[in-house]
């Protein structure tokens, strides 16, 4: 069946680097949703990718649609304390649908 | 502008019990989804509605499993009997585009 593979599972990092993950699906997607999970919350929409190639900003994060269209990645500048969190990307389970997949999430840690 | 609602926020029940969720969307959002989250399996998809129409639920994982939504503004998941393996958080999000909303989850406890 359809997977969403992301990577890393965790990291920890020192406040102020910079952070790096990615997220790869077994099909092509048209959509690229990244969401901020924290600790009894809910999971907070950050960004959406629509088009192969796009490159988004919000604030310090910045997300990009592979050009394969199987693969998506999220960058963190500047990490501050409040990152702390699980990021999970998301894409369609069936394209035209709104019946979404979520990868396995990564866990960041930031050290301050 | 309030965003998603659930409730409970927690619920602790007896195995064998009715357990009932609640949901109220976003108003103007015609898409309602409800998903459960483990630390084995993730965020999984139980169930989604388009204008109160349930579209599908290919991951409702049983029987014991329901969910209505008698009008835009309100949804139910009903576990009855509820089992000890039903204890998660469930989310409800809610959307009028690709891009979903949750609320802050029901964390379920079933003894």
């Known amino acids: 069946g359809q997977q969403l593979n992301q990577s890393p599972q965790s990291m920890f990092i020192q406040e102020g680097e910079d952070v790096s993950m990615n997220c790869t699906s077994s099909?092509?997607?048209?959509?690229w949703l990244w969401y901020k999970q924290d600790p009894g919350e809910g999971p907070v929409l950050l960004i959406a990718l629509y088009k192969a190639g796009e490159l988004t900003s919000n604030g310090r994060l910045t997300a990009q649609f592979g050009i394969t269209r199987k693969d998506s990645f999220l960058n963190i500048s500047a990490s501050i304390p409040s990152d702390v969190g699980i990021y999970f990307c998301?894409?369609?389970?069936?394209?035209?649908?709104?019946?979404?997949?979520f990868g396995t999430g990564t866990r960041l840690k930031v050290l301050a | 502008d309030a965003g998603v609602i659930q409730s409970p926020r927690h619920e602790v029940t007896e195995m064998g019990q009715e357990v009932t969720l609640r949901c109220k969307p976003i108003?103007?959002?015609?898409?309602l989804f409800w998903y459960r989250q483990t630390m084995m399996r993730g965020l999984e998809l139980l169930i989604y509605?388009?204008?109160?129409?349930?579209?599908?639920d290919s991951g409702m994982p049983e029987d014991r499993f329901s969910a209505k939504m008698p009008n835009a503004s309100f949804s139910t998941l009903k576990i009855q009997p509820s089992e000890p393996r039903d204890s998660a958080v469930y989310f409800c999000?809610?959307?009028?585009?690709?891009?979903?909303?949750f609320g802050p989850g029901t964390r379920l406890t079933v003894l």
């Open positions: 999000a809610s959307s009028w585009s690709s891009e979903q909303f």
């Open positions: 509605f388009n204008n109160n129409v349930p579209i599908d």
């Open positions: 108003s103007g959002h015609d898409y």
């Open positions: 998301a894409g369609p389970f069936t394209s035209g649908t709104y019946k979404y997949i």
């Open positions: 099909s092509i997607f048209n959509t």
